[in-house]
């Protein structure tokens, strides 16, 4: 199991390197902001851990990972999608 | 795992690449982050625990009901920060948003870290270092982002060095690193919980010692760099708690994270390590001898209505915007202005440095939310080649973006880097408050050329002065 993980993980520094190559400087804030709401999957950590959370500081520790988690997912999306509305071509009567 | 399960989990992967891949094209990024969202959610409904148990398929106990309650409130604090926050602001909330990301990394990681240690299954050497890992780079990038929150809401701005500071570092890193080989051997010894705490804690305050030094300027790169850090936690929380999805989305987020804080600092023509190490405003030396230089000159400055006729009877201008435009508030007057001059027939470009504002695109989100078009805005390698041939470059609070001096002198602290050649059009307008220097500390040798004159006041009345006195000619 190990291995196949590792392996997955290698393929997706590549994939990583490779997908952003070619990104205009005037969308590195936003792509900065949408990565950055991509690593809010730590939410499904915090879900995960508290799930099974035995002690109270255990579940008190979970549960501040929960909200951490759940806001850097929700406001990171959120905030990209701010930043990406007000992008568009044409002008507005 | 089942294969159903692993089948989603390639979904969710796909989708987050190609979420990420379209975030870097203007026409499609709204979509693109849409389609991770959607990746998001997907992997949400269908999470799975590492024993391989559906998650929502348990009994509801009193966890789940905190589970419930933490979501809903960092959904509104999300939704609050996400939404209140002002335009100009932006920066500041994706370094929050990214500390809290690396505070729950942390702490995912410490309480499956404590609990394994107590537990019977043991701990394997790789799992106890990915664990180890998370807690020291999440913890390191929550308190490092709260530092850098702060710098760019105007707190203690200026680099904070001492003498010996990076060897202070060093060794806090090295304790911090020899704690945690002991405990990838140790880690179901009975002193194994009260060193670990030692080192979350070590984490904590070596990432504010490392973001300290560090001036308010060069917090985009400090951000990014966060960010990618967060996503390789995130990546070994994924290996510690045995959830796919959440390798692939860190590795994903550390990769072209890493690659966009390159990125940043080619544009600023500056390695990495010398944005990290190198304290950048504190060095004086280069600034005290421009000014030297300058003793005999001085500016001309000018008035409103006289840059208005300018501006009017102009072919081509080109606006530079800069950090002064986002602070005044001005993008909806600039954008009037530059609506008023297209109504005449003047071409007007905006040339955008990839790192003027606080963050790379800062500018570009403020213009589009006055609903400039982005064709409008040019970047600078695109611009750069043809300012000999515009009339007028207006500069609204940018400063060290135009500053010749990185290609004149030597001694410059921003030497190499390259700028918006904005001295080369036939005049230049300089929108500035005071003669104060701008983020780097250095005088700006366009201030004093013979083809600049400087418009003096707060931009967004300027430019209110400027859109009438337009309309009147």
Redesign the interface.
Known sequence: ??TN?LF??IL??????E????????????????????????????????????TPL??A????????????????????????????????P | MSSTVALIIIGVAVLFIIGIKLLSSPKTARIGNLIAAAGMLVALITLHKPTGDYVWSQGWTFNYTLIAIGTIIGLIIGAIGAYSVKMTAMPQMVAMFNGLGGGAAALVASLEFVRRSHSLEGITAFIAGSMLFATLIGSLSFSGSIIAYLKLEGKFEKPMTFPGQNILNGLILLVILGLCGWLTMNASGGNATMAFIVMFLLALFFGIAMVMPIGGADMPVVISLLNSFTGLAVAADGFAINNLAMVVAGTLVGSSGTLLTLLMCKAMNRPVTNVLFGAFGSSGGGGAAGAGDLAGKTVKPIQADEVALLLAYAQRVVIVPGYGMAVAQAQHSVRELSDELGKRGVEVQFAIHPVAGRMPGHMNVLLAEANVPYDQLIEMEAINPSMDRVDVCLVIGANDVVNPAAREEKSSPIYGMPIIEADRCKTVIVMKRSMAAGFAGIENHLFYKDNTRMLFGDAKASLNALVAAVKAS
């Open positions: 199991m190990d993980v997955i993980f997706a520094i590549f994939v990583g390197f997908v952003i190559s070619k990104v205009p400087s005037m969308l590195h804030t936003p792509l900065m902001s949408g990565t950055n709401a991509i690593h809010g999957i730590i939410f499904f950590g915090g879900i995960l851990v508290l799930a099974d959370a035995a255990a579940q520790l979970g549960f501040i990972a929960v909200i951490f988690g759940s806001a850097n997912v929700f406001g990171g999306f959120m905030v990209t999608d701010r930043m990406l509305k007000m992008f568009r071509k044409k002008k507005q």
